[in-house]
Antibody, heavy 120, light 109 residues
Framework: EVQLLESGGGLVQPGGSLRLSCAAS????????MSWVRQAPGKGLEWVST????????YYADSVKGRFTISRDNSKNTVFLQMNTLRAEDTAVYYC?????????????WGQGTLVTVSS | EIVMTQSPATLSVSPGERATLSCRAS??????VAWYQQKPGQAPRLLIN???TRATGIPARFSGSGSGTEFTLTISSLQSEDFAVYYC???????????FGGGTKVEIK
């Protein structure tokens, strides 16, 4: 059974940093691309970033490019999202999601999400 | 950037009735569309990929159709557990700029 467990969310001041983690199990982790998708309170879904199975290729939404960095540790079946220079508009539930292949497509499994609140 | 527009924003349907949800892309995305269901307080769940392929474990009452710029999700006979928000998503761009529609809320009439 595929399981994705996010952690690392919390309250942070504008301009601050936060690192999210997603521990995966139940599938051959290093084969699949992994993504982060966020949802602001009461709003729709927004793709944030994807990393290839090998970790060599990364992709970002324009709204986070230059501020967020996605990475993965295939030895620990974990994907990370380092978020710097946070803004109020980054406030959202951040979901870790598995891609069905090695490059970004759609998301066949999702974690339960971790809430990030950017506020002073 | 491709814009995905869903309509209607809210759909009121009685249990047992058919629900038809629409998703329009601002430019052709071929058949590269997925649909998700999200219930309150839960993560989204994949329903459909490739515009018409049901994901594993998804009941046959869910069906997807369309290509190019016009896509439809149909729920043939609504069950109580189907009242939720539904999102479409395109995955045709390269390099990827994956975009979601704004969602359609299916509520009990």
């Amino acid at each position: 059974e595929v399981q994705l467990l996010e952690s690392g969310g919390g309250l942070v001041q504008p301009g601050g940093s936060l690192r999210l983690s997603c521990a995966a199990s139940g599938f051959p982790f290093s084969i699949y691309a992994m993504s982060w998708v966020r949802q602001a309170p009461g709003k729709g879904l927004e793709w944030v970033s994807t990393i290839s199975g090998s970790g060599i290729r990364t992709y970002y939404a324009d709204s986070v490019k230059g501020r967020f960095t996605i990475s993965r540790d295939n030895s620990k079946n974990t994907v990370f999202l380092q978020m710097n220079t946070l803004r109020a508009e980054d406030t959202a539930v951040y979901y870790c999601a598995k891609d069905p292949g090695s490059t970004p497509y759609y998301f066949d499994f999702w974690g339960q999400g971790t809430l990030v609140t950017v506020s002073s | 950037e491709i814009v995905m527009t869903q309509s209607p924003a809210t759909l009121s349907v009685s249990p047992g009735e058919r629900a038809t949800l629409s998703c329009r892309a601002s430019q052709s995305v071929s058949g590269n569309v997925a649909w998700y269901q999200q219930k309150p307080g839960q993560a989204p769940r994949l329903l459909i990929n490739g515009a018409s392929t049901r994901a594993t474990g998804i009941p046959a009452r869910f069906s997807g159709s369309g290509s190019g710029t016009e896509f439809t999700l149909t729920i043939s006979s609504l069950q109580s557990e189907d009242f939720a928000v539904y999102y479409c998503q395109e995955y045709s761009n390269w390099p990827p700029l994956l975009t979601f529609g704004g969602g359609t809320k299916v509520e009990i009439k």
